[in-house]
């Protein structure tokens, strides 16, 4: 059968695309080698952000009596925990699944490569098949990098798929790698009371985000009882009686760590492998599918979206790729402006930013402006118990254009959307401080540090010289 449009893989980004390619009135497949939604929805942002909610509540249960409050014989079944969780992604699961079906959108279960710009072949239970298409959208995600140790493939050693598989919370557990999957997967076994050390090999954790903002992310996970280990490598895991025994090594020597699992969470690799892209003549390299702007290949017709190009890896830049490539597709103009991508980090508290950090400014031989306002000067943040962190906001100084905005605190996911849309829009940041916040909010903290581009703040006491 014919298709106008194919996509291979049905991830936020791929999924997404064949949406927007449908509403525009093109005959779409989409084909999934595992289930719709892919790693985000079944294996990744849904199910450990299902985990958090939980963790973030047995968290709140326990300092209920600084509310005032009294809770006799509270506790967890981890088992219940993961089931909820379970639940949560096949209910969106299911949502995908019918918005397929409302688009009118022809899905396969199958695991396809390219035999040509135009032609898919897809390997299914009931065997192969051969389908056209006049685009097609390559949108297959990526995977786990393996950790290259002597001791790396010892079956307690597992990446964060198994991890959310376990029917019980280990009692110690070696996190490698201080990336957001790694910090946030040891918040979350720390809270229901796992011993959790992080081993990171570069000198700071999280070390994407601005560094101001990872230097509190350290002392506060280190205040939650999460040991931190940067500047250290694994040298080497063996196995041992009571689990595994994983040696690591920085300026100081080498010493050993007991643990029952060991987390590995050292990054993701583009899947590029057996697509046929060496057929269909699709430029890529080991760093992911080469693109431009529209989300083009180098071949006419074929685009590429997601991890698999080897960009950002966050689902929501999946989606806009996603929307960008269909539109294209179907004959459209689009293009992608990733300067405004919001990264976000579920631990508690949350962090959340976008745009260039100081250093990268600084870098940049910007002049700038600083501007920071902490959470515990804030009315909502200090009812609500939730008083770490801060706004830190980033301007141009002659103009007060935001280059970035980084957030540190208790809903920072939410709040960082006021950054995304003055940087996507070139907004400066009189722009925020003169626009209405509600009182009382979480939002006020940023209102307040946009003011301090400019001038003083409203709420921070001043020093009388």
Sequence with gaps: MDYDVAVVGGGPGGYVAAIRAAQLGASVLLVEKAKLGGVCLNRGCIPTKTLLASAEKWRELQRCSEFGLTADKIGFDFRLVRSRMQQVVVQMRKGIEQLMKSNAIEVLAGTASLLAPDRLCIQTEQGEKIHTARKIIVATGSSPVGLPVPGGDLPQVINSDQLLAL????????????????????????????????????????????????????????????????????????????????????????????????????????????????????????????????????????????DVTGGYMWAHAASAAGLAAAENACGRESAVDFRAVPGCIYTTPEVATVGLTEQEALAQGKTCKVSKFPFAANGKAVSMGETDGLVKIVAEAQTGQVLGMHILGAHASDLIMEGVLAIQNGLPAHAIAGTIHPHPSLAETIMECAHGVDGPMLHQVRSRL
């Design 167 to 306: 029917d019980e919370v280990p009692k110690r557990l070696v996190v490698i790698g201080a990336g957001a999957v790694g910090v946030e997967f040891a918040a979350i076994f720390q809270a229901f009371g796992c011993e959790v050390t992080v081993v990171e090999m570069l000198p700071v954790i999280l070390p994407n985000i601005d560094g101001e903002l990872s230097k509190r992310m350290a002392l506060l996970l280190r205040k939650q009882g999460i040991k931190l280990l940067a500047n250290t490598r694994v040298t080497g895991v063996e196995a041992a009686d009571s689990g595994v025994v994983v040696t690591v090594a920085d300026e100081a020597g080498s010493r050993a760590i007991e643990a029952d699992k060991v987390l590995v969470a050292i990054g993701r690799r583009p899947v590029v492998e057996d697509l046929g892209l060496e057929a269909a003549g699709v430029a890529y390299t080991c760093k992911g599918i080469l693109i431009n702007e529209k989300m083009e290949t180098n071949v006419a017709g074929v685009y590429a979206i997601g």
